[in-house]
């Protein structure tokens, strides 16, 4: 078989090219090309020296590449009658969404896209979630959440995309500096399960002074139910019973979210 080789890459470069990714993702950056996805890619080896990828890369950062080239980047050599550069394309086209999939795609989902065999789907998926732990990093680093914004804005990369709804708590200690949070339940596509013990025994357990409670919707509309209001109301006054102080429950919805307390509803 009759391949197209690019240079190893290390850790460091998997990290890049994820963050590049994950940026691409939050602001959705749909790679332009794919309404080109009929013409005939040509072979890295083939384009000037100063068009190649890698070579690009090096002189005009990660920054500069398209989406493609990332990925092609990533992929590192094609397979018989498709260069990397044609991998990547298939990769960005294989749902609508375009790049935007790659943040909830499976490895085993990448690996049944023609070219892209385990290997190389592990790749892709670890260099999404190095961007996505490095993305959350970047805002937990501030310790500190001066508005329900600034916590939504620490989830919703983390959220908005699953298919499932997931409720987590995020702890905080007496001078407001953020402890740690937790997933406590994941549910059906319309509804998790809370319970109260799981949701306050992590916060318990470190001593935490207050909990911020956050979960999503998959359908993207933060607006909340009946049984999220009753929810909350029943954690709150748990939370009372406990001596935890429950200061806000957030609802994230693509790209959205609610705000309990700034809602007027506990």
Not at 65 to 74: I, P, V, Y
Request: charged content about 25%; proline content about 4%; hydrophobic content about 40%.
């Amino acid at each position: 078989m009759k391949t197209v080789e690019l240079p190893l890459i290390d850790g460091s470069t998997v990290a890049s090219y994820g963050i590049i990714l994950l940026d691409r993702l939050l602001w959705d950056d749909l790679d332009k090309g794919l309404n080109e996805r009929t013409r005939i890619m040509p072979r890295i080896k083939e384009l000037p020296q100063s068009e190649r990828p890698r070579e690009r890369l090096i002189s005009h950062g990660a920054g500069a590449l398209s989406n493609q080239e990332l990925l092609a980047l990533l992929i590192g050599s094609g397979v018989k009658g498709e260069s990397a550069m044609a991998l990547a394309l298939n990769v960005l086209g294989h749902t609508d969404e375009g790049i935007a999939w790659l943040r909830i795609a499976s490895s085993e989902e990448l690996s049944r896209i023609t070219g892209i065999g385990a290997a190389i789907a592990c790749r892709i998926s670890a260099a999404v979630e190095l961007g996505k732990r490095m993305s959350e990093n970047r805002v937990a680093e501030r310790i500190r959440f001066d508005s329900p914004d600034d916590i939504a804005l620490f989830f919703m990369e983390d959220l908005r995309y699953e298919k499932n709804e997931r409720f987590k708590v995020l702890m905080f200690n007496v001078r407001g500096e953020m402890m740690g949070r937790e997933l406590i339940s994941v549910g059906s596509i319309s509804s998790s399960i809370v319970d109260a013990r799981e949701v306050f025994r992590p916060a318990v357990r470190r001593g935490a002074a207050s909990v911020v409670l956050v979960h999503n919707h998959p359908s993207g509309d933060p607006s909340p139910s009946p049984q999220d209001i009753d929810v909350t109301v029943r954690l709150v006054d748990a939370g009372e019973v406990l001596g935890v102080k429950v200061l806000d429950h957030l609802i994230i919805g693509n790209g959205c979210f609610t705000s309990f307390r700034r809602k007027g509803l506990m």
